[in-house]
DNA sequence: AAGTTTCTTTATCGAGCGTTACAGAATCAG
DNA sequence: CTGATTCTGTAACGCTCGATAAAGAAACTT
């Protein structure tokens, strides 16, 4: 939210204005604990660093926000629950992230470059199409009854942030059109291959798929139980039938 | 949160403490305008009613608070946005639900009554098994679009507050397992009739589609166009042949 | 009518919120 | 070294949060 502080200070307190920017962007250079972000990677990026390095690693510290914003949400959790948390001050988790909002779509990123990625990833290598739909949702279940029951965190961004916050509604839209076209292909292919029946389209079964998974991670939110949810994972893959 | 005070103050201000207390409920004589609630049905209860009535109508302001909870949710809901959208004061709202937690709950419990009852509702009158429960996801679907995508109240209440809220995830926990039991007799009697093949059992079959009928509605939010989800559902009937 | 109790209205309360200001520490160029 | 710049840590800032106190209005019993 607001004009962001760093950026006007990076135009006006440069040592000398009139130097022309050049030179490789800084984060190639940064020494190794200090990985750039948000503000700094895109603004500083015209010259030379010559400044203060971070202290904290950046992805890790968006990792252990992205724990916190899953397990309590985005609203439940405060600004000092999250320094404390990281294990930083608030003056930095400003430079850092700009803002609360910052952090949260940072978090959301981060889950989508790693847990949701991931999935992705192991369904490219499946053998059989079933067994490879079956290890994508029940990995994906597995996770979500984790905590308590913590669910997913792009399932609780879209429900406690819909329809108002349009960012996240972006965000979270490409995270499954992703998962549904990685399905959609692998559906395609095994079509060829006679696997499946051709009673219904590979895109719609991939649709289909991924809004199920999204009522699959609700229900182990409400029953955090891998093994009630099994067999509802059978009666979904008789639509591959 | 906390103590609640009237409950108190019906016990020291009384009148005449010594008094017995009986008679019938308060609630039966009440005038039509003000319908009793909260600790007013339970605590008055032993007791004639000797006081102003309530000016405003419990249930309506109970209905409009859940459109609040329900578009924007519990943690950016706030006391005054609520007292304002319902015309009512603070004092007036305290006095009737306790705190705001309180009127979440009593606006969930609003949802149950009126939306999720009424589509089981209408499920009992179903003729043939695919049409009803086609009748049943579609119409729920078709209210989750509505506004934006607000999804579903109690799919929402379940990802911003669980796992935290334990008292949640009961009140969703049994509004599911209505449901699901009513799909299972129904899935039960058109099995016998013969209408649906044997391959899964009614109870898991009804489990399947309440978890489906869950994504469909985060779907809903996420893309709130009721024609594109409705192929999911074609494709989540075939699990009935 | 008087007396009792609850509801409504208004004005707060303390706490916590997200955010920012500022001084000092750290880093790098020259 | 000096100077420029950014990060860190602390202390606030203004604001809004949920919740309550108090006094007057309204309803009911007797």
Known sequence: MGTVGPRLAIVSNRANPDVPLTGEPVTARRPTGATPFLDRSIQISYR???????????????????????????????????????????????????DKDG????????????LAAAALRDLAEGADVRAAVRALLTERVRIA??????????VNAVCERLPEDTA?????????????EALTELLRAARERGEI??????????????????????SAKITPDARALEPLVDVALTALD
Do not use: K
């Not at 051709?198 to 991924?210: E, N």
């Open 48 to 98: 030379e660093a010559m400044a203060r390095t971070r202290a904290f690693d950046t992805e890790a510290a968006v990792s252990r926000a992205m724990d916190l914003f899953w397990t309590r949400g985005y609203e439940a959790t405060s600004v000092r629950d999250l320094t404390q948390h990281l294990g930083i001050g608030q003056g930095s988790l400003y430079a850092a992230f700009g």
């Open 103 to 114: 952090l949260y779509r940072a978090a959301l990123e981060h889950y989508r470059s790693t």
């Open 145 to 154: 009854v984790g905590q308590g029951g913590r669910g997913c965190l792009a």
């Open 168 to 180: 996240t509604r972006r965000t979270v839209r490409d995270m499954q059109d992703a998962s549904r």
């Open 197 to 218: 029946a051709a009673r219904h389209d590979p895109h719609t079964l991939a649709s289909f798929l991924v809004t199920f998974l999204n009522g699959l991670l609700v």
